[in-house]
């Protein structure tokens, strides 16, 4: 029997998809399925939440102007940007216009036939808690460094990269969220642009993203809005 992973009929993103408006893309991504191959295991996860940036304002690391580890933001879109934060690793995809990008925030475990319970288990092994126990599945993805934990995705291996359907791609399953909450980023200093309402979560996931924007106190038109 052979070891490698099955062929499977993937409707990957195409480098295309992402050649478009951060907040765009952002909002279209939601649904998304990250599928990261780690030996013979498909990692999977649905993006429940994103954060869209610009050169142009900012909140961003582009408007901090170009270095060799910020030059995917300034690439094509549909390269791949990842950096360290909080002691992990994010990831993020760089959109149309240099400087342009959509930070992957959070998003929720994925379990289909090519990605079974063999590899919710492998993710649930990537990422335990603080005591070394599994975290409950609603968690194991709920922030940009959980993520990439849990799906094995490390700076190293592909910043500046392209997608690539034999290792890591983002495929369209064929869901979508029925309605979006667009409200404000979350970690931007102040005086950085932090009113810009540049976050965009799928409102049925709401409670497991990186921060519930519809968390008591939160008044619609206010705080977030409906989309």
Not at 31 to 51: C, F, N, P, Q, Y
Not at 94 to 114: E, F, H, M, R, T
Not at 200 to 211: E, H, I, K, L, S
């Amino acid at each position: 029997m052979s070891n490698s992973p099955p062929k499977i009929p993937a409707n990957p993103l195409p480098d295309g998809f992402f050649d478009r408006d951060a907040q765009t893309l952002a909002k279209d991504l939601l649904g998304k399925v990250i599928r990261h191959r780690v030996g013979d295991l498909w990692l999977s996860a649905r993006i429940i939440e994103t954060e869209a940036y610009y050169l142009a304002e900012k909140g961003s690391h582009a408007s901090l102007g170009y270095t060799e580890k910020r030059k995917a933001l300034f690439l094509d879109g549909g390269h791949i940007y990842m950096y360290y934060a909080r002691g992990g690793d994010s990831l993020n995809f760089s959109a149309q216009g240099p400087g342009n990008a959509v930070l992957i925030k959070s998003a929720y475990p994925w379990v289909d036939d090519v990605s079974g319970p063999a590899s919710l288990a492998q993710m649930l092994l990537n990422n335990p808690d603080a005591n070394g126990r599994p975290r409950p599945a609603h968690k194991l993805c709920a922030g940009q460094t959980l993520l990439c934990k849990a799906l094995d995705l490390k700076v190293p291996m592909w910043d500046a990269k392209r997608f690539d359907q034999e290792q890591l791609y983002v495929e369209d399953v064929g869901v979508a969220p029925a309605q979006i909450i667009q409200t404000t980023r979350l970690g931007i200093p102040g005086g950085r642009d932090e009113h810009l309402m540049y976050r965009f979560v799928d409102a049925g996931f709401a409670p497991y993203c990186t921060r519930n924007p519809l968390r008591r106190g939160q008044v619609e038109g206010r705080d977030y809005v409906l989309i």
